[in-house]
């Protein structure tokens, strides 16, 4: 990003050109969308784009963080009934709460699963690790009598990008091999069996 909003009104700009940037995407595709159409959709004048994203790969890179900071919160939500449960429950919940989230905006994460490799990434995946990571970590400080996951940071790095890469390559692909239920037990039990063996009672 260019430079930062300071002012609300600044804000609001820089919110609606994020949003119009997902809109944009869902409806033409990434390789269809330029920084004219954005612009157009979020009503504002390319100039008013150049003062806050250099190009619409600083765009796309500002949806992503707020798409893993959306995430987040949809797996927070749900959290506090999940530290209860057992290791199973809990991966599989998350898991639900990912596809439910994919699901409030389907062909949007379906064009970027599909364009993947081609986008830069690697903050929205150290992001998610991180948020991840303090999932387990209060999982365990909850479980601290029956379990200790052994260096926990390279345990969630295993499971995160093991998830991560399995269901973007699950959704990029035109037929899918199994259902989505399917593949959540499969992703579950590969999981939350190798958290199992990690842990140390």
């Known amino acids: 990003m260019r430079r930062k909003p300071s002012q609300e009104r600044s804000r609001q700009v820089?919110?609606?050109?994020?949003?119009?940037?997902?809109?944009?995407?869902?409806?033409?595709?990434?390789?269809?969308?330029?920084t004219n159409h954005i612009a157009a959709r979020a009503g504002v004048s390319v100039g008013s784009v150049y003062q806050y994203f250099g190009n619409k790969e600083e765009l796309v890179g500002a949806l992503l963080d707020k798409l893993v900071n959306d995430l987040g919160q949809a797996?927070?939500?749900?959290?506090?009934?999940?530290?209860?449960?057992?290791?199973?429950?809990?991966?599989?919940?998350?898991?639900?709460?990912?596809?439910?989230?994919?699901?409030?905006?389907?062909?949007?994460?379906l064009e970027l699963a599909r364009n993947w490799d081609q986008l830069s990434t690697q903050r929205f995946l150290r992001t998610l690790e991180r948020h991840l990571q303090e999932v387990f970590r209060l999982y365990a400080l909850r479980h601290y009598?029956?379990?200790?996951?052994?260096?926990?940071?390279?345990?969630?790095?295993?499971?995160t990008n093991s998830m991560v890469f399995t269901i973007l390559q699950y959704l990029s692909l035109p037929q899918a091999p199994c259902?989505?239920?399917?593949?959540m037990d499969e992703l579950t039990e590969m999981a939350a069996g190798y958290l199992q063996r990690r842990a140390a009672p």
């Open 179 to 183: 259902t989505r239920e399917t593949l």
């Open 145 to 159: 009598r029956e379990m200790h996951i052994d260096n926990l940071p390279v345990a969630v790095f295993v499971v």
């Open 14 to 34: 820089v919110e609606a050109l994020i949003e119009a940037t997902a809109q944009t995407i869902a409806q033409r595709g990434l390789a269809q969308t330029t």
């Open 75 to 109: 797996v927070d939500r749900g959290l506090p009934l999940l530290l209860d449960a057992d290791l199973r429950t809990i991966v599989r919940g998350l898991l639900q709460a990912g596809f439910a989230f994919v699901g409030g905006n389907e062909k949007l994460y």
